[in-house]
């Protein structure tokens, strides 16, 4: 197993992507993230060891069924973003994560309460639209306990494994 090198001392950041639920799933069965609509921003401003967790306003985009959960938890492991043509045109950037497995869907109602980044904002909604918004590590914390992750899986000091799902 590879071990990954973060590329600075500061300590690992949490970040939420707003993600259909399919797009989701395909990220998580390819090991990588793709933000808003492929743009490659949003990933750059991760770093090697940032988590990101997943929130699915809808099933499918664009005209899914309403979901509003966080759908997926993983920590970067891609030294950087690159692009993937994907035909007719796209070529959206997608950087590598490492998802935790096993983990449940949450739909956001059950944690609202608990997070500072929802209840220190009169709409959070208007945050969401962001597509790609950072979250206090103890927000990231309670939607991963949430999500029943294994607090010791969610570790900001545990070793990084190239493009590998946490267990």
């Not at 921003?41 to 699915?56: E, F, H, K």
């Not at 970067?76 to 590598?96: I, L, N, T, W």
Request: proline residues 6%.
């Amino acid at each position: 197993m590879k071990t990954l090198k973060r590329r600075n001392d500061r300590p690992p950041r949490a970040w939420v992507g707003v993600v259909s639920r399919a797009h989701v799933l395909r990220g998580v069965a390819g090991g990588f993230a793709q933000l808003c609509h492929g743009k490659q921003g949003p990933l750059a401003r991760m770093n090697v060891g940032d988590w990101l967790v997943y929130y699915s306003p809808k099933t499918e985009f664009p005209d899914g069924a309403p979901l509003r959960a966080f759908t997926a938890l993983g920590r970067v492991v891609g030294e950087s973003a690159y692009a993937v043509d994907m035909g007719g045109g796209f070529v959206p950037y997608r950087r590598d994560i490492a998802y935790l497995k096993e983990v449940r869907v949450v739909p956001i109602r059950d944690v609202t309460s608990q997070l500072e980044f929802i209840t220190t904002r009169g709409n959070w909604g208007m945050l969401a639209r962001r597509g790609h918004f950072e979250i206090e590590m103890a927000d990231l914390h309670r939607i991963g306990r949430a999500m029943s992750a294994r607090a010791s899986a969610i570790s900001t000091s545990a070793p990084l494994a190239s493009r590998r799902a946490v267990p």
